[in-house]
């Protein structure tokens, strides 16, 4: 699918040495323009951290009634602040997929104890993890899609994806 993974804010709690965002220079991205969108399959919200400092189910909302090409939109977070998200009445609707990274063992035990019975979470059709402490079991949340990733110094995106700042 072609993607466009859209920075919906820079604000986040955690200073990654290898956040992909650090390779680079957000304030200098190129917004999203409307070509970019009715290009996309997928849009893909990220940041910092979306669901701390914006609300990714009112943009997913517009942005699925805006652009109708869109098949699917996924959110980027973290662990943590997914759960404190939806603990404090946030809702996920509008949302096709979680792509949760787990980045330490805070991450591990949050996602453990209360993402994997989330059952909002559950529901959705694409949920991903992407295991940074190899200790996320595959075969024992088989719901999720565990892909174990190594930190990258550099970052590459694939050839179908765009890389943009939103409005």
Request: aromatic share 16%; net charge negative.
């Given at each position: 699918m072609n993607t466009l993974h859209l920075v919906v804010t820079t604000l986040c709690d955690r200073n990654c040495v290898y956040?992909?965002?650090?390779?680079?220079?957000?304030?200098?991205?190129?917004?999203?323009?409307?070509?970019?969108?009715?290009?996309?399959?997928?849009?893909?919200?990220?940041?910092?951290?979306?669901?701390?400092?914006?609300?990714?189910?009112?943009?997913?909302?517009?942005?699925?009634?805006?652009y109708p090409n869109l098949k699917a939109i996924l959110v980027y977070t973290n662990a943590q602040e997914l759960w404190d998200y939806i603990r404090c009445g946030g809702q996920l609707y509008n949302i096709d997929g979680i792509n949760i990274s787990i980045k330490d063992d805070a991450d591990l035990d949050c996602f453990e104890r209360h993402l994997t019975k989330d059952e909002e979470i559950l529901e959705l059709s694409m949920n991903r993890v992407y295991d940074f402490t190899c200790k996320v079991d595959p075969i024992k949340y088989k719901t999720f899609n565990v892909i174990t990733r190594k930190w990258q110094k550099d970052f590459i995106p694939a050839e179908n994806c765009r890389f943009k700042r939103g409005n």
């Open positions: 956040c992909c965002n650090n390779k680079y220079d957000i304030a200098n991205l190129d917004y999203a323009t409307d070509e970019d969108f009715k290009w996309a399959d997928m849009l893909c919200l990220t940041g910092g951290e979306p669901f701390e400092y914006t609300n990714p189910s009112n943009l997913a909302r517009y942005y699925r009634e805006k």
